[in-house]
């Protein structure tokens, strides 16, 4: 049988100059016209995505690494696929001289719309600001890694929270 499929929908919309989640910014608007709610949606996946409705426009992008950088430190340091409830990452400490080199990278600094993958948040990426602090345990390496998404997504939130009556975590990442 031939059936039409409309696919690969985030390549596509980059393709068309898009940012790679042309549909769920209008989900989320639905959503919030239904509650009644000022609200932005984080979706925590690989990458954490922003969507919100800001003095009328509607805003989604992507605010930086999530648990891509997590899942791919705890397979090749620790040999597991993911930090279950964030057990591994609360036995460390965050190393604030990584993480201030983590944060300078650029695409934190780009106002919205933006749109990131592991075309930059990668093993080489971590390598590279790993090689710029010197050592850091690679427990501690994973606290940073995880607090990274925390600050990086709030730093997000901190630009809009005057006008926000609620927060929406999903996706997977939402139960770590």
Sequence with gaps: VDIPVVADFR???IDAGGQGAPLTGYFHEYLTLLTGKSMIYINLGGFANISLNHKSEL???DSGPANYLID??????????FDLDGQLASMGNINTDLLVKMLQEKYFKKKSPKSTGFEL??????KSKLSEVGYVKEIDVLSTLTYLTVVSISNEINIYKKSLDKIFFYGGGSFN
């Design 59 to 61: 805003i989604s992008y």
């Design 11 to 13: 390549q596509t919309d």
């Design 121 to 126: 948040f990668n093993r080489d990426w971590i």
């Design 72 to 81: 791919l430190w705890c397979r090749e340091k620790f040999d597991v696929e």
